[in-house]
């Protein structure tokens, strides 16, 4: 796939990543998807669907929680995005990309 295909970001080791959780409706991942796609080094590294219980939006369309990576540079770029693409999409908790790895699972973060 070519680089206007790009859905997600390339691994590098130059500078620390962060993962940021957003919840937004299925029907506006692939717009997310894409957006994100246009800064650099971010990309979604992970998409889970969400039981209507866990939802919180404002209706009741069926939601994924998108885990961004991002360098903390392109925070504001990232949520500039985000805004201007889905304004109801719900922005959670940024962590470090260590302790996204902990938290799917990954021992120690490795």
């Not at 295909?5 to 500078?15: F, K, Q």
């Not at 717009?31 to 209507?52: F, K, T």
């Not at 866990?54 to 903390?72: F, G, K, N, T, Y």
Request: net charge neutral.
């Amino acid at each position: 796939m070519g680089e206007a295909g790009r859905t997600h970001a390339p691994m590098t080791a130059t500078s620390p990543f962060y993962v940021l959780d957003v919840t937004v409706c299925c029907a506006d991942a692939l717009r997310v998807r894409r957006s994100i796609a246009g800064c650099p080094d971010a990309g979604v590294v992970r998409c889970e669907p969400l039981l209507h219980a866990l939802s919180s939006q404002e209706s009741d369309a069926p939601c994924v929680r998108l885990m961004i990576r991002l360098p903390i540079a392109s925070y504001a770029e990232v949520l500039h995005r985000l805004i201007e693409c889905v304004p109801s999409g719900e922005i959670g908790r940024l962590v470090s990309w260590r302790e996204h790895l902990a938290r799917c699972g990954l021992r120690d973060g490795h």
